[in-house]
T-cell receptor, first 113, second 109 residues
Framework: DAGITQSPRHKVTETGTPVTLRCHQT?????MYWYRQDPGHGLRLIHY???????DKGEVSDGYSVSRSKTEDFLLTLESATSSQTSVYFC????????????FGDGTRLSIL | SQQGEEDPQALSIQEGENATMNCSYK?????LQWYRQNSGRGLVHLIL?????REKHSGRLRVTLDTSKKSSSLLITASRAADTASYFC?????????FGTGTRLQVFP
């Protein structure tokens, strides 16, 4: 398995609080992605990074920000969490762009009450 | 917006039978990928087929791609209980993959 670690694996928090999810890779892959998975919607891209300090928005980026200060770490921040952001969040990495396979972490289950 | 839509949404078969899942998409692509997701885990890449390829095999998996119909199929032959999972297609163009909503496959022993 590709070396991807997501933390925390589970989190419960309250509406209005800030939340940061971390994705750490040991593969030295250039691309990193954050997705959310919800019933009936499959996986939807939130943000992605194509290098250190290089990020771009995905399909559902509103309410989320990201940072990548090192190759191995990609952080997803919910500045002020809302109940609609309750979801399972997945990080993925790939060596190149969408013409290569992506390798996924095991997800973070986030509940916002 | 979803690019790929899998069909059927759910499929139940007996061990030893073949399972076929279909994926339709809307716009031009560079490649199409299939992934498996076991309950509570992340997605695992199965196979990638490029837009200039028509068929690809990997073990018990066979993938076809028809770019004129904007569709792909995943065939799992001689299924096993361990194949029980959700299967997703994803279309690739530029930097991003766009995933479908998946097919839930249940294989009964």
């Amino acid at each position: 398995d590709a070396g991807i670690t997501q933390s925390p694996r589970h989190k419960v928090t309250e509406t209005g609080t800030p939340v940061t999810l971390r994705c750490h890779q040991t593969e030295n892959h250039r691309y990193m992605y954050w997705y959310r998975q919800d019933p009936g919607h499959g996986l939807r891209l939130i943000h992605y990074s194509y290098g250190v300090k290089d990020t771009d928005k995905g399909e559902v980026s509103d309410g989320y920000s990201v940072s990548r200060s090192k190759t191995e770490d990609f952080l997803l921040t919910l500045e002020s969490a809302t109940s609609s952001q309750t979801s399972v969040y997945f990080c993925a990495i790939s060596d190149s762009d969408s013409n290569q396979p992506q390798h996924f972490g095991d997800g973070t289950r986030l509940s916002i009450l | 917006s979803q690019q790929g839509e899998e069909d059927p949404q759910a499929l139940s078969i007996q061990e030893g039978e073949n399972a076929t899942m279909n994926c339709s998409y809307k716009t031009s692509i560079n490649n199409l990928q299939w992934y498996r997701q076991n309950s509570g885990r992340g997605l695992v890449h199965l196979i990638l087929i490029r837009s200039n390829e028509r068929e690809k095999h990997s073990g018990r998996l066979r993938v076809t791609l028809d770019t004129s119909k904007k569709s792909s199929s995943l065939l799992i032959t001689a299924s096993r209980a361990a194949d029980t999972a959700s299967y997703f297609c994803a279309t690739g163009n530029t930097d991003k993959l766009i995933f479908g909503t998946g097919t839930r496959l249940q294989v009964f022993p």
